[in-house]
């Protein structure tokens, strides 16, 4: 059978299936703050990522591209905190925003989140609380303990009310994991630094208490063992009972020496604590008592992060395999696992009870029975008060409470009963009923609704009709806690709540009879009925059907009300309510027209049958209402015409629902009808709808009828709006029909929509009195020569004069070309344009009467508006031309005038006279036109001349570009003429940049010789002498030299470089030397002519020390070092040593170097200078020089010097130079290389540094100095990171013999580490392997194990791969190498040892069969050691399989008290097998757990007698007593038939075995079994049996015995009826149920008496207790 567990174990996911490295999968790098969210920190390459594992959607993991030292996820949401050094950031991973951010002031060493809104910071001097709400900073809430210090944090606890803090860490002293704890009270602001390893607070209602208490609860590994700690922090509330601290064993297996807790979470539904180890071993313990209920090992692997698993209140980890595992109680289980195996019925009961759990229903039920019989009713009621699941709350307890006799002034145990569960919460239905219908018949109504206020009660339907009679409100509250709809539906209406019928009737989802009800309200109240008949249509579906509804309202001719009834009912106008709508109208047009107009007129409803209606509305004088109704066109015209009956605005509305054709029809109609009446209708529904109707159809309709006054009104209304030229035309027209010539002028003005020839054509046949229209159009559209024309042939020339004075002025010039061309008389032209006042173009009037050659004609005009001071300069244009034209000195007028414009005067002078015309630009600076005019006319004098003067630099890039024909004559006159009549410098200036941006040298040249070199005011002036040397540098390099000889003022270095610039060396170096410039000169030769030899003949020449110093530099950088040298020695100049040495140092000018370096130093003690003078010593080998150097005062760097000199291998010098400056450890590889081994070692000693050590080692094994070697080895092995290199060495040239005998010397030093002994066992395996096991034995502690168990492996060392095994308690491998290599590795005791300390039990199994292959005899003994581990059901299946099952019988006998299925069968199998009869009852008898039908029937068969008597005896246990007796008859066992018929308690069985006896004919046995089943048998049977067989004689006892009983039976019957007659007179006039102490029962179970000893116990059924008879009538037992 399997085994019965209190937990449920699962795993949820293995994070390595979802893509988590396992290297990530750590303490470090994994985070789990509640059962929502695991958050992982990796790296993919150089890249670091977060991965975020939602546990409800695993197979999507979240990756976001984040680098963060830790990363902890929200408990609920997806927000995620990120801490990277000291920031902190609290992302919002939905929303992609960043919530918060704070920058700490210490580094964070821990973090944790402790609610939703809170992150808790631990830092290595104080913990601080961080919330996410609003923008505060960390708050700081206590400082860390000084017992922390060096301790890793773990984990961080708040209680539930954050009054208590807790911070945990752990640390490892003396070969332990020690936990530290410091635990904080902020309202006391003080901590206590207390020893664990893991905590948790948890809040729990202890029994009797009215508040949770606080409790902490923490567990410890100490030295002296383990322990769980359970105590209330602070003062408990008021009024409870303090809880009684407790500390409990924690049981640590012995293969878990080492074993700690780290986790810990408390379950608040089950108020069990969930206890977690270091080796995966998880704890159960009930919260209340301590006790443990139950301990496993889980997992093979560390759980190193917990959380609570609200899923089913239990706990969930990850261990370092990345399953993610949870463990939870097993609510269907732990009771019996608890009564069955831990035996602790009482816990049982307590769990059971607190948690509502199944499984103790029998305790429960044998707990109340004894109580109860005891007469403890108070007790008895407690126990069936907090049974679970309400087993014990049933009507059959309550009708025992009922017959238990209340004692004199005590309260009765039903009172007692009901207080409990008062007190405890509600009470089920049957309960409510038991204790209300008392308290309704005295009247104790405030009870009841106190207890239903309290939720006390189980409301139902009979405890409604219970209370109805007394109060019919307080009973629809039942009825609606009770859900019973009918019920609550016929309250409300009897209570007058209509309006709440159909809400509640909603809400629940019940269907009463609507209309029913509805008729009755009616009745009652109508307005009240109509509320009810609206609030059953005011749901999107009616809950009646409204034409019943409507059917109700008309039965009593409630029209309004109907009506208001349906207004709202149909208000979502449905098409199916089309015949209601209809019916709603159709009632209110035959009796309140107005309501069904107003109806109407909402446009409320669309489905009504509309040409039913409109007949209606027609017939009651509703016009308007018929014609929205009508379709026909034939209705509609008859009703349309009566325009008086309708509202004007409505009609004009109403068009716009016809067809365009009816439009028409009936425009027609209502003009025809009465034109004056409707004529101004007409027009307003026209002007609205003339988009749609066409305006061309109504201005046909309205000219059919001759109504210009309809067409201007209509026209009027639309022209403004209107594009059409027909629109404005017509409107035109009819305008000046009706005499509106106002409006003709004024749409002549603004209208740009009409054909302006159609209308002046019109205008003119329409012959108006004023002609202002028409000169209105004309003016618009320039048909200003026609208007002259019309206007002058029809004699209205004061029209004209009107025109150009009032109407448009500036049409002047217009007017007056058009009266020249009619020859109109020059006196009334010139008399029409003097009283022209207004503004004109005088441009447009010269210009139409030039055309005409008329110009003189305005000459007195010009000169009068000149005389006025007009500066127009139109009128000085005109005048000019005249003066012109005439040759009226025009010289002197364009000279002199300022108003006239030069370029149109100038173009009218270029045919008549080009000097004029030079004059007219010149005047106004026209650059282009005198240009122009200039060229055409070969005037380049002049031009040369203005150019000079005009000083534009753009004119003269103009006029010198390329393209320019002309320009060679002109820079002819510039140079002859104009620039030598000039004595201005800046005309000079601006004509030499001309020239020069022109890019013409040549010319510039030939400009400034004429300037310089002839003798002018300008011959010495500096900037035209450089200009003119570098002209010809640019464009005639073969006059430089002579410009730099004749010339003294010019900027000499300047011009100098320039040259340079150009590749004229020589004409730069004769400048320098002309200004002698030494220093430029020789740096001329050097770098541009490139000749030293020269450069050297002028230094000899100048001896000018820094001439020297260039030379030298230019012959260092020709790599003459000797000659530089020697050039720098000449200028004693030290500057360039740097360059120097590195020159001659590349070159191995050694000797050189050293005088060139005793100069620098006699000018600068530079510690460069004198550390390459110390090399240059060691280079040339004046090792005498040296010492005598540095020995005396220095600033050389002598380190450095002896570094190169090593490296360069110049031992000696470099032995005189470490020794100088004490270096001995370079000193001492400087004598290895020159071979002095021993003066090396002490040099080594001196400088004891590894390197050093290890170079002379090196240099010494090398040698074959082994004594040497091993005395530097011992300075080296005791560094853990050198021993590998320093053993391969060896090993590489095959020294083992010395390596073995270095790190055996080397074992006994101070600083030995593992590394040595780990390496020396290594060593062993490969060398001596006789020498390892020793090793091993000694220093097994000190050796890094999985390092020496590969070599041990390799090496095939089976016996000491074992031992390290062991030691490194990975017992599955060394129990597999025993197997695998017996012969070496196993050893029996060993092996046994091991064996029950392996986590895979599959080993148990292969070690079985080892055992059976290799050593049989002792597998018994195997077999108890695995007992406490084995799975016996397995192990019997692989005995029986194998066939080796009667070797284990020792071990069967052994384990056979576990009951189990499997190990019962096999040993009754194997005593069957043995015939060993006795042996298999005994085993029958003790161990039920087996098949005892299969058993039976194998063994029914069975040839001895024994085993047939036994089946038979198992048929009888599993109540199959008719085969049980059969087969007892079958084998003559008349004593067991005779017994197994009367335990049968079955009639049909013992009369069968009766009537076989006397078959049989055996009287003896017949009268035996009379007495044996004396309760079965039937007398009259018995007596009619043994008349018929004449055996009276043995029937006669019994008979007697039988009639014995009836007469006391009777005799009883008539004392108890006696007695109950009695009582019946006593209890007449008390209460049914209840005694006066009844008015306690609202106090509760207090004060209640205990029942006294000696009452009636309780009739109990088969199997209690003797003296309990058969089980009561009316109780389920």
């Known amino acids: 059978m399997a085994q019965i567990l209190p937990i449920r174990f699962q795993e949820h996911l293995q994070l390595q299936n979802v893509g988590i490295n396992a290297a990530n999968i750590g303490f470090s790098t994994l985070t789990m703050e509640s059962d929502k969210f695991i958050c992982v920190r990796e790296k993919v390459g150089d890249t670091a990522q977060v991965v975020i594992i939602d546990m409800n959607d695993t197979a999507n993991p979240i990756r976001r591209p984040i680098s963060a030292d830790s990363a902890i996820m929200n408990p609920t949401s997806k927000v995620i905190a990120l801490k990277a050094a000291k920031t902190l950031q609290i992302f919002n991973i939905e929303m992609k925003s960043k919530m918060k951010a704070h920058t700490m002031t210490e ?174 071993y998880v704890h159960l313990y009930d919260l209340e008592t301590g006790t443990c209920i139950y301990m496993n090992r889980i997992s093979g692997d560390t759980i190193f992060v917990t959380a609570p698993y609200e899923a089913t209140a239990g706990i969930i980890g990850v261990n370092r395999k990345g399953q993610v595992l949870s463990v939870t109680v097993e609510e269907e289980t732990i009771i019996q696992y608890i009564t069955n195996t831990l035996q602790n019925p009482d816990l049982a009961l307590r769990i059971a009870s607190r948690n509502n759990l199944p499984g103790a229903e029998d305790l429960f039920v044998r707990k109340f029975n004894n109580l109860f019989q005891s007469g403890q009713y108070s007790e ?221 007129g909402n446009q409320m409803f669309t489905h009504y049958d509309r040409a039913h209606i409109a007949q209606l509305c027609e017939k009651a004088g509703l016009l308007q209402r018929a014609l929205e109704h009508y379709t026909d066109l034939y209705d509609i015209k008859r009703a349309v015409v009566h325009t008086h009956l309708l509202n004007p605005e409505w009609l004009v509305n109403y068009f716009g629902s016809l067809s365009v054709e009816d439009s028409l029809e009936c425009l027609k109609a209502m003009l025809t009808a009465n034109i004056r009446q409707n004529l101004q209708v007409c027009v307003q529904i026209a002007t609205k709808y003339h988009e749609q109707l066409s305006t061309t159809a109504l201005v046909e309709i309205f000219e059919s009828f001759k109504s210009f006054e309809g067409l201007f009104y209509f026209l009027g209304s639309i022209v403004n709006f209107s594009q059409d030229s027909d629109v404005h035309f017509k409107y035109i027209q009819a305008a000046c029909k009706t005499g509106q010539i106002k409006e003709v002028e004024r749409i002549c003005r603004e209208s740009s929509c009409y054909d302006p020839e159609r209308v002046k054509n019109f205008l003119k046949e329409a012959k108006l009195t004023d002609q202002l229209p028409l000169i209105i159009v004309c003016d618009r559209f320039d048909f200003v020569h026609d208007l002259v024309l019309y206007l002058y042939r029809n004699n209205l020339q004061k029209y004209i004069e009107i025109y150009v004075q009032k109407v448009n002025p500036s049409r002047l010039a217009v007017v007056i070309g058009g009266l020249l061309d009619v020859d109109c008389s020059e006196d009334v032209i010139k008399q029409l344009i003097m009283v022209v006042k207004g503004q004109f173009s005088t441009d447009e009037l010269v210009a139409e009467v030039e055309k005409r050659n008329r110009l003189k004609l305005l000459l007195p005009w010009l000169e009068t508006r000149i005389h006025d001071g007009e500066t127009e300069p139109a009128t000085h244009n005109a005048l000019a031309k005249i003066y012109i034209d005439s040759n009226n000195n025009p010289e002197r007028f364009l000279r002199e005038n300022q108003f006239y414009d030069s370029k149109v005067v100038g173009k009218y002078c270029e045919k008549r006279d080009p000097h004029l015309a030079c004059v007219a630009y010149e005047r106004g600076q026209c650059d282009y036109e005198l240009i122009s005019v200039c060229n055409e006319n070969s005037l380049f004098k002049s031009e040369a001349r203005y150019l000079v003067r005009r000083r534009d630099v753009e004119l003269w890039a103009h006029v010198l570009r390329d393209e320019n024909e002309y320009k060679r004559q002109l820079i002819d006159q510039v140079v002859q003429t104009a620039l030598s009549e000039t004595q201005d410098p800046e005309d000079i200036s601006v004509t030499v940049k001309a020239f020069m941006t022109a890019d013409l040298p040549n010319e510039l040249i030939e400009l400034l010789e004429k300037i310089v070199l002839d003798s002018s005011v300008f011959s010495d002036h500096r900037n035209l002498q450089n200009l003119l040397i570098l002209t010809a540098i640019k464009a005639d390099r073969s006059r430089v030299m002579e410009y730099i000889n004749r010339l003294d003022n010019y900027d000499a270095p300047d011009i100098a470089n320039i040259a340079i610039g150009s590749e004229l060396y020589e004409e730069a170096f004769a400048i320098f030397k002309k200004f002698e410039v030494n220093t430029s000169a020789i740096q ?264 020496v168990l590969r070599a041990a492996e390799q090496a095939h060392l089976w016996s000491e791969l074992v031992f390290l095994y062991d030691k490194y308690e990975e017992y599955d491998n060394a129990i597999i190498t025993m197997m695998i290599h017996p012969s070496e590795a196993w050893r029996e005791n060993h092996f046994k040892d091991v064996i029950t300390k392996v986590a895979n039990i599959e080993l148990y199994y292969k070690a079985m069969q080892f055992y059976i292959d290799f050593k049989p005899l002792l597998l018994n003994d195997l077999l108890l050691v695995l007992t406490p581990r084995l799975d016996h059901t397995r192990a019997v299946n692989f005995f029986l399989k194998s066939g080796h099952i009667a070797l284990v019988k020792p071990y069967l006998r052994a384990v056979q008290s576990h009951n189990n299925k499997a190990i019962n069968e096999a040993l009754n199998n194997m005593l069957i097998d043995e015939e060993d009869y006795q042996g298999l009852r005994a085993s029958i008898d003790a161990f039920d757990n087996f098949d005892n039908i299969a058993l039976a029937q194998k063994m029914e068969k069975h040839e001895l007698i024994e085993f047939r008597r036994i089946a038979a005896y198992l048929y009888k246990g599993n109540n199959r007593w008719k085969q049980s007796v059969d087969l007892c008859k079958k084998d003559r066992l008349f004593k067991d038939a005779m017994q197994y018929a009367s335990e049968s308690r079955m009639i049909d069985i013992a009369e069968e075995l009766i009537a076989w006896f006397l078959d049989e004919k055996n009287f003896e046995c017949f009268a035996a079994c009379l007495f044996q089943c004396y309760d079965l048998l039937r007398p009259d049977v018995i007596l009619e049996l043994s008349w018929r067989h004449n055996i009276m004689d043995f029937a006669m006892p019994y008979m007697i015995q039988v009639m014995r009983e009836y007469t006391t039976k009777v005799d009883k019957l008539e004392q108890s009826e006696a007695v109950r007659s009695e009582e019946e007179q006593h209890a007449e006039a008390a209460p049914i149920v209840f005694g006066e102490p009844q008015l306690m029962l609202t106090a509760g179970p207090t004060g209640m008496m205990a029942p006294q000893p000696g009452m009636m116990g309780y009739p109990g059924a088969p199997g209690y207790p003797a003296g309990m008879g058969g089980p009561m009538p009316g109780y389920g037992m």
Request: with cysteine; proline share 4%; hydrophobic share 40%.
């Open 107 to 280: 580094d964070v060493t821990f973090w944790k989140w402790i609610n939703v809104n809170t992150v808790a910071l631990a830092t290595d001097v104080a913990v601080y609380h961080w919330s996410m709400e609003g923008d505060s900073q960390p708050l700081k809430m206590f400082d860390r303990h000084s017992s922390l210090t060096g301790c890793q944090i773990i984990n961080y606890r708040v209680d539930a009310n954050q009054k208590w803090l807790l911070l945990i860490g752990i640390s490892a002293q003396q070969n332990r994991v020690v936990g530290a704890m410091q635990l904080y009270s902020v309202e006391r602001k003080v901590s206590q630094p207390i020893e664990g390893h893991a905590a948790a607070f948890a809040q729990f209602k202890m029994p009797g208490n009215a508040q949770q208490s606080t409790l902490f609860c923490f567990g410890v590994r100490g030295a002296q063992g383990g322990k769980l700690h359970l105590i209330e922090v602070g003062q408990p509330p008021q009024g409870n009972q303090p809880f009684q601290k407790k500390a409990v064993d924690v049981f640590f297996p012995p293969e878990a020496q080492n074993d700690f807790p780290v986790a810990m979470q408390v379950s608040s539904k089950h108020d069990v604590i969930y206890l977690i180890t270091k080796y995966g």
């Open 380 to 600: 008895a009621a407690k126990v069936a008060a907090g049974a679970p699941k309400g087993i014990l709350r049933t009507p059959q307890t309550i009708q025992r409470f009922q017959q238990c006799p209340a004692q004199t002034g005590q309260t009765s145990p039903l009172l007692q009963y009901f207080g409990i569960l008062l007190d405890q919460g509600q009470l089920n239905k049957y309960e409510s009923l038991e204790l209300c219908r008392p308290v309704l018949q005295q009247g104790r109504k405030q009870l009841l609704e106190k207890w239903l206020k309290e939720d006390k009660l189980e409301c139902s339907e009979e405890l409604g009709d219970l209370v109805k009679n007394a109060d019919p409100t307080l009973a629809l509250s039942v009825y609606l806690r009770a859900n019973v709809p009918n019920k609550v539906i016929q309250c409300f209406a009897e209570t007058g709540q209509f309006q709440k019928i159909v809400l509640y009737a909603k809400k629940v989802g019940f269907t009463p009879d609507y209309i029913f009800l509805l008729r009755n309200i009616m009745r009652i109240n109508p307005d009240q009925g109509t509320q009810f008949a609206q609030m059953l249509v005011q749901d999107e579906e009616p809950l009646a059907d409204i034409n019943q509804i409507v059917d109700v309202f008309m039965e009593t001719n409630m029209i309004q009300q109907c009506t208001a009834f349906l207004l709202d009912a149909l208000k979502n106008n449905r098409p199916g309510e089309a015949a209601l709508q209809t019916r709603l109208l159709e009632m209110n047009l035959m009796h309140a027209p107005q309501v069904a107009d107003a109806i109407l």
């Open 1084 to 1347: 001329v030769l050097i770098e541009h002519v490139n000749n030293l030899d020269r450069a050297y003949e002028f230094a000899e020449r100048c001896n000018d020390p820094a001439v020297w110093s260039q030379l030298a530099r230019a012959q260092l950088t020709a790599s003459l070092v000797k000659e530089a040298i020697d050039s720098y020695i000449k200028a004693d100049d030290p500057s360039q040593y740097m360059e120097v040495t590195e020159v001659a140092s590349r070159n191995e000018n050694w000797e050189d170097l050293v005088k060139y370096l005793q100069m620098a130093r006699k000018k600068a003690r530079e510690t460069f200078i004198e550390t390459e003078l110390i090399y240059a010593y060691c280079k040339t080998n004046r090792l005498a020089d040296l010492e005598e150097f540095i020995s005396g005062p220095n600033h050389a760097n002598i380190t450095q010097v002896a570094d190169r000199c090593f490296d360069n291998q110049m031992y000696e010098a470099a032995k005189l130079l470490y020794n100088n400056v004490s270096n001995f450890a370079r000193l001492a590889i400087t004598l290895v290389h020159l071979g002095e081994y021993q003066g090396a070692v002490d040099g080594a000693r001196k400088a004891n540094s590894t390197r050093t050590w290890k170079e002379v080692c090196f240099a010494c094994v090398n040698n074959e100095e082994f004594r040497l070697a091993q005395m530097c080895g011992l300075h080296i092995v005791v560094h853990a990171d050198e021993l590998e290199e320093l053993i391969n060495y060896y090993q590489d040239r095959g020294y083992f013999e010395e390596l073995i005998s270095l790190l055996e010397a080397a074992l006994g030093l101070e600083r030995a580490h593992m590394g040595m002994f780990t390496e020396l066992a290594i060593l062993y395996s490969k060398y001596k392997p006789e020498k390892m096991r020793e090793h091993l034995e000694l220093f097994w502690s000190r050796v890094n194990i999985p390092k």
